[in-house]
């Protein structure tokens, strides 16, 4: 699985397919971990993953854009877009909590 940071904070996310959003930050060892293990993983469909440090300056631009960022208090933090908008997120790297919000997606 090939991981890309959100370079335009500005830009759509799962227009084209689904696109796991992770906000997280560099000295986070739990995001660190969650990376590693989607970089081996294998996704059941087509999926974008993208990553986002709120700290950056992309990831100012982003939260000025989504005011929903100031409540994020435990990173990695996860936001599943399809069709543009966000169907479902949750805290932490759990790659079953991955795998269960795209298999309810199918159907």
């Known amino acids: ?3 890309q ?3 335009d904070p500005q830009r759509p ?3 084209d397919q689904p696109t796991l959003l992770i906000l ?3 000295t986070c060892d739990d995001c660190q971990a969650f990376y590693a293990d989607l970089a081996t993983w294998n996704p059941p469909r087509p999926l974008e993953v993208l990553t986002l440090n709120l700290r950056a300056p992309e990831g100012e631009v982003f939260r000025s854009l989504n005011p929903w960022t100031d409540h994020v208090d435990f990173v990695p933090f996860n936001v599943l877009y399809v069709g543009g908008e966000p169907v479902d997120q949750w805290s ?3 790659l ?3 795998e269960t919000a795209l298999s309810s997606l199918e159907g």
């Open 24 to 26: 997280g930050r560099p």
């Open 96 to 98: 079953s909590r991955l």
């Open 92 to 94: 932490g790297g759990d």
């Open 1 to 3: 699985m090939d991981l």
């Open 5 to 7: 940071v959100l370079s």
């Open 13 to 15: 996310l799962g227009v």
